[in-house]
């Protein structure tokens, strides 16, 4: 492609209105088919603002991925500051997903350097919550911390966040939480013990047929410009999200349809490019996560996703995985880490719940135990294509 080629594809009319409103990110201006959440929420926490003595709240929203977890919580943080504000009530929302904030230590201290103008080094977590409280009462603020995927933090590390009220006082504990989690991840970590800490927890359900038109008519009606979308498409698309019971399976039909119109110069969105799309969006898959993964992580899910290829079995295991880990490192010109940090990222990875992992004899006659690693929700082909897609950007001065 030369230069006058590349601008001509920029010249192309295109069919989005507002691409960006089908980024998993986007928070609309209007939630849909969530109202008695949110009113859970605001009786759950309106004491903030109803109360002079603005105690410290705690609650869980929960469910199935692609029912709105994240966007409820944004949307509720959002609103419940420009109210907050309306009643003299200085309030911050700070927002962090534990797949890029793997620990309450980096939680801290990113609150530290935003609150205190400190790097946050040189303290332990206690005096880093200490410093971080005592500056919400000198300003008269108070902080409500959104906390998504939780379940990826040490249990330790959320008792410590569920117990800040007790340990710090009720009267210095300027800070609610609002913790997500899917249904399935939050089982493996409540305890007793946590379960005390919370004021309530919330489950949502996934969206039923006529929701799901009703979000994805609203969210294509921001997206794409008139006439680019039918309501029969819509439709197809809706009984799609209903059989996987995954908002972010239509979101992203709807975000590739677009892409490819707009790569072939069409004008309107059809029943088969939605066939399509649909059998290249994996609706348990999470995306997002891959792009949050360190460079090695990612060269050690390329290495077990070649590894995968190249056996005859359902499974891989860490000798054959590590070898071709290493064969890929040395394709992008990247020095690659011994098996104990290998270990570490096929660990990380099974947290992530981006693979599956597990110890197995080798046979009853032999003494030994060897670690069996599959995929999880997503064929070993395709995430091979979506990450050498990645690998020509991210290493492309490095080959």
């Known amino acids: 492609m030369d230069e006058e080629q590349f601008r001509a594809e920029f010249s192309k009319k295109s069919v989005f ?29 309106r004491r903030i603002i109803d109360e002079d003595q603005q105690s410290s709240i705690t ?39 534990c797949i890029n904030f793997r620990t309450k230590s980096m939680i801290l201290r990113e609150l530290l350097s935003k609150y205190t103008h400190g790097s946050g080094r040189g303290y332990s977590d206690d005096e880093a919550i200490k410093l971080i409280l005592t500056q919400l009462v000198r300003e008269k603020g108070y902080m409500l911390l959104i ?45 007793e013990r946590i379960l005390s800490r919370l004021n309530s927890k919330i489950k949502l ?13 609203y969210r294509s009606d921001i997206a794409f410009k008139e006439g680019v979308i039918s309501d029969n498409i819509l439709e197809m698309i809706s009984q799609i999200v209903v059989e996987h ?14 892409l490819y119109a707009d790569k072939e110069g069409l004008t309107q969105i059809t029943a088969d490019m939605v066939r399509e799309a649909s059998n290249e969006v994996y609706p348990t ?22 590894s995968l290829l190249h056996s005859n079995e359902s499974y891989t295991i860490v000798d054959d995985a590590y070898e071709e880990y290493k064969a890929t490192c040395e394709t992008y010109s990247v020095t690659s880490h ?62």
């Open 17 to 45: 209105r507002q691409a960006s409103s089908l980024d998993l990110s986007y928070v609309p201006e209007t939630l849909y088919c969530r109202d008695e959440i949110i009113k859970e929420l605001i009786h759950t926490f």
């Open 59 to 97: 609650t869980l929203l929960n469910g199935k991925g692609g029912v709105g977890k994240t966007v409820t919580a944004r949307f509720f943080g959002r609103n419940f500051k420009k109210i907050a504000i309306e009643e003299g009530i200085d309030l911050f929302i700070e927002y962090f997903n």
């Open 147 to 191: 906390i998504d995927e939780i379940h990826l933090l040490d249990p330790k590390d959320i008792w410590a966040f569920l117990d800040i009220s007790e340990t710090f006082g009720h009267q210095n504990a300027k800070l609610s939480i609002l913790l997500i989690s899917r249904t399935r991840d939050w089982i493996q970590i409540e305890t």
């Open 205 to 217: 359900a996934p969206y039923d047929f006529e929701e799901s038109i009703r979000i994805l008519k």
């Open 245 to 258: 019971g995954n908002m972010r399976h239509g979101i992203e039909i709807l975000r590739k349809c677009g």
């Open 285 to 306: 898959f999470r995306g997002e996560i891959i792009d949050q993964l360190s460079d090695h992580e990612l060269l050690a899910l390329y290495g077990i996703c070649q």
């Open 338 to 399: 011994v098996k104990m940090s290998f270990r570490k990222y096929v660990r990380q990875l099974n947290t992530l719940k981006i693979i599956a992992s597990k110890t197995v004899r080798i046979s009853e006659d032999k003494r030994g135990r060897r670690l069996e690693i599959t995929l999880l929700d997503i064929p070993s082909k395709k995430l091979i294509e979506l990450l050498d897609n990645m690998f020509r950007i991210k290493f492309k001065d490095l080959r």
